[in-house]
T-cell receptor, first 114, second 112 residues
Framework: DTAVSQTPKYLVTQMGNDKSIKCEQNLGHDTMYWYKQDSKKFLKIMFSYNNKELIINETVPNRFSPKSPDKAHLNLHINSLELGDSAVYFC?????????????FGPGTRLTVL | AQSVTQPDIHITVSEGASLELRCNYSYGATPYLFWYVQSPGQGLQLLLKYFSGDTLVQGIKGFEAEFKRSQSSFNLRKPSVHWSDAAEYFCAVGERTYKYIFGTGTRLKVLA
């Protein structure tokens, strides 16, 4: 059973398009995250949601909009894609209420903007 | 400000040799510390974590790490490296405000 899953795994698109990446976790966790990994493998958090409420928004452009329809899903919508958005995007989840901060990561979505 | 430093960008070891990957952190309180591994084209897998208690923690795949508060370090070790250990290794500091700060990673190459 996949704990944290993302779709699609690869996404190739043109500049200016709008695209979405979906994330689902079946761990029963209450907190979900989006991270961006750039070409140098640097990982940086973008957003965090706890019980569907936005907790962290790390100075990400307004073109990025996370949506959490329920605790098990956190989708990332990107408008007007730019070349610099090319990266690998990771979703993660954790259960904050237990005091265990361990985050479990999905397999990643490689976004290529042409 | 909190930060994590992995001084070695690349490390090459021979199969069967011992391994130590360095991680230093800057944090105001007792940190939550993690090591993750990313195999080529894969997501991040948790190797081990430290929250409190015994400063030597055991993880999966034969890895261990030692928390040294006086040196602000959390180095990852393995006594005998296998070719399948070739990957990118990330150290991370956890904050209670729901986010991790990751180091820049160390790429491990294993020679046959």
């Amino acid at each position: 059973d996949t704990a944290v899953s993302q779709t699609p795994k690869y996404l190739v698109t043109q500049m200016g398009n709008d695209k979405s990446i979906k994330c689902e976790q079946n761990l029963g966790h209450d907190t979900m995250y989006w991270y961006k990994q750039d070409s140098k493998k640097f990982l940086k958090i973008m957003f965090s949601y706890n019980n569907k409420e936005l907790i962290i928004n790390e100075t990400v452009p307004n073109r990025f909009s996370p949506k959490s329809p329920d605790k098990a899903h956190l989708n990332l919508h990107i408008n007007s894609l730019e070349l610099g958005d090319s990266a690998v995007y990771f979703c993660a989840s954790s259960q904050e209420t237990t005091g265990d901060d361990t985050q479990y990561f999905g397999p990643g979505t490689r976004l290529t903007v042409l | 400000a909190q930060s994590v430093t992995q001084p070695d960008i690349h490390i090459t070891v021979s199969e069967g040799a011992s391994l130590e990957l360095r991680c230093n952190y800057s944090y105001g309180a007792t940190p939550y510390l993690f090591w993750y591994v990313q195999s080529p084209g894969q997501g991040l897998q948790l190797l081990l974590k430290y929250f409190s208690g015994d400063t030597l923690v055991q993880g999966i795949k034969g890895f261990e790490a030692e928390f040294k508060r006086s040196q602000s370090s959390f180095n990852l070790r393995k006594p005998s490296v296998h070719w399948s250990d070739a990957a990118e290794y990330f150290c991370a500091v956890g904050e209670r405000t729901y986010k991790y700060i990751f180091g820049t990673g160390t790429r491990l190459k294993v020679l046959a």
